[in-house]
């Protein structure tokens, strides 16, 4: 199996989407179909069950995401240590959730007009890891949301957005101009992996311990709206499909858009990145 496979499998297990994943990959669908194909003949399993709503793992293909996820990880390891004994100009982000954000397309044209020389290396993570990879020195600079442990780490804060229950759109309360956690007590909510940061997963809660099905990428939060009614919280004001309606929570404190670094790191690359994210979000 290739590296490259895995990761073309990773994506479409957590877009559950064949369209989506080809879009994050930013390649045609066809060739990704062919792979993802070819990798089950290599396995000698299935790996997922297709239909015209997307796609669903099956076991085998469970097991596979999270031993792919791992390996990936340590070929991220791999390469930055070989970089960092190499010598070489890299920095490598990592960024949380959407990557259509408009800030962070304003910070990379910003950042390549002042440092066209620098090679930029993105790592994106799923919902279960707030700091994207930093503590384990898989990044060097994060594009992240708070709250999480900042323990040992410096965080900038960039914006901050107010927060919206996501509904689906025939919901009883999607008709709603404003919401209040309170209303929504009885209903069922992402919840993420055990051993995922408790400050984040506090905050998505509302504050308070919930039951619902357990969720590592955006796209299976919205997969759960959809086929089961679950609800969970989002940032306002981003685009999501027709299907889905974000409805503003009067009580839940703004999410805070976040750039997150090691403690002490004299990086100039790190404080440079900073320093250009700062003014690209105050746009």
């Known amino acids: 199996m290739e590296l490259r496979t895995l990761r073309y499998f990773v994506a479409v297990a957590e877009e559950l989407h064949f369209g989506r994943a080809a879009t994050r990959l930013h390649m045609s669908q066809p060739p990704l179909s062919r792979a993802i194909k070819q990798l089950e003949a290599d396995v000698g399993a299935l790996l997922l069950t297709r239909s015209p709503m997307g796609v669903t793992l099956t076991p085998v293909g469970t097991v596979l995401l999270d031993e792919a996820r791992a390996l990936l990880d340590h070929a991220d390891r791999v390469r930055a240590r070989v970089g960092a004994a190499a010598g070489a ?16 397309s304003r910070l990379a044209a910003a950042y390549r007009r002042n440092h066209p020389g620098i090679d930029i290396r993105v790592r994106d993570t799923d919902l279960t890891d707030p700091t994207c990879g930093l503590r384990a020195g898989l990044v060097d600079v994060a594009l992240t949301r708070a709250p999480f442990d900042e323990t040992a780490l410096t965080v900038r804060v960039l914006r901050s957005d107010p927060v919206g229950v996501v509904l689906r759109a025939d919901d009883p309360l999607a008709h709603r101009d404003t919401l209040r956690l309170a209303e929504l007590s009885d209903r069922r909510w992402f919840q993420f992996p055990q051993g995922t940061d408790p400050l984040w997963q506090s905050y998505w809660n509302g504050g308070r311990l919930r039951e619902g099905p357990v969720v590592r990428a955006v796209q299976e ?55 250009t994210a700062t003014a690209a979000y105050r746009q």
Not at 233 to 252: C, I, K, Q, S, W
């Open 89 to 104: 100009a890299t920095l490598t982000v990592g960024i949380l959730g959407d990557g259509t954000d408009p800030g962070v």
């Open 221 to 275: 939060c919205l997969q759960a709206v959809l086929w089961n009614g679950t609800i969970g919280l989002a940032p306002f004001g981003h685009d999501l499909p027709e299907e889905f309606v974000v409805v503003r929570l009067t009580d839940m404190e703004p999410s805070r858009v976040v750039a997150v670094w090691n403690e002490g790191d004299s990086n100039a690359l790190v404080r440079s990145f900073v320093e």
